[in-house]
T-cell receptor, first 111, second 115 residues
Framework: GDSVTQTEGQVALSEEDFLTIHCNYS??????LFWYVQYPGEGPQFLFR?????EKGSSRGFEATYDKGTTSFHLRKASVQESDSAVYYC??????????FGDGTVLTVKP | GALVYQYPRRTICKSGTSMRMECQAV??????VAWYRQSPQKTFELIAL?????????EQNFTQEKFPISHPNLSFSSMTVLNAYLEDRGLYLC???????????FGPGTRLLVL
């Protein structure tokens, strides 16, 4: 079945550090790939998506590039802020309408 | 923009009783609504996917008899947790997507506590 693997369960950074959260997927065909962010007490917020090989999605300074060769969609940000502290989820979607989520990565940014 | 509301935000029920939660989409037509349960460990379980004018598809380990869902129009869906027990505790999220779209927009969730 479809699956998403996020390598890092927790990431701790200081402000202005560079962020990478690794996301790899397993699915047949060309799934759509998503990044969501969840703040305490809220539901997941859609960040961006990509659906084709080499397509880049971006929002709020975060970006990720769909790589079918390595089955990856790694999240990056050049300079994180304390307000970026949250849980980040990579997800894949198929034409069935379902989303399959990774286990999430807790990002903590210290001032 | 696309907004999704959920009611109530938090509810407590006695073991063996039932509770109903609602999901409302504003600013777009919610052709499909997916209901999830998020565990304390923050992982997501898909309960069912509902598409207007189509049968509701339940995932393995979830049944209509336990989690009946209604999706009567393009802005509203509800789900009931029947005969709730401790293992039903968690944050219930609805994710709504528009016609021909695969991006789901989520509400803040309904947190269910069972005593």
């Amino acid at each position: 079945g479809d699956s998403v693997t996020q390598t890092e369960g927790q990431v701790a950074l200081s402000e202005e550090d560079f962020l990478t959260i690794h996301c790899n997927y397993s699915a047949s065909g060309y799934p759509a790939l998503f990044w969501y962010v969840q703040y305490p007490g809220e539901g997941p917020q859609f960040l961006f998506r990509a659906s084709r090989d080499k397509e880049k999605g971006s929002s709020r300074g975060f970006e990720a590039t769909y790589d079918k060769g390595t089955t990856s969609f790694h999240l990056r940000k050049a300079s994180v802020q304390e307000s970026d502290s949250a849980v980040y989820y990579c997800a894949l979607g198929t034409n069935t309408g379902k989303l399959t989520f990774g286990d999430g990565t807790v990002l903590t940014v210290k001032p | 923009g696309a907004l999704v509301y959920q009611y109530p935000r938090r509810t407590i029920c006695k073991s063996g009783t039932s509770m109903r939660m609602e999901c409302q989409a504003v600013g777009f037509q919610a052709t499909s609504v997916a209901w999830y349960r998020q565990s304390p460990q923050k992982t997501f379980e898909l309960i069912a996917l509902s598409t207007v004018n189509s049968a509701i598809k339940y995932e393995q380990n979830f049944t209509q008899e336990k989690f009946p869902i209604s999706h009567p129009n393009l802005s509203f869906s509800s789900m009931t947790v029947l005969n709730a027990y401790l293992e039903d505790r968690g944050l219930y999220l609805c994710g709504a997507a528009g016609t021909g779209k695969d991006t789901q927009y989520f509400g803040p969730g309904t947190r269910l506590l069972v005593l």
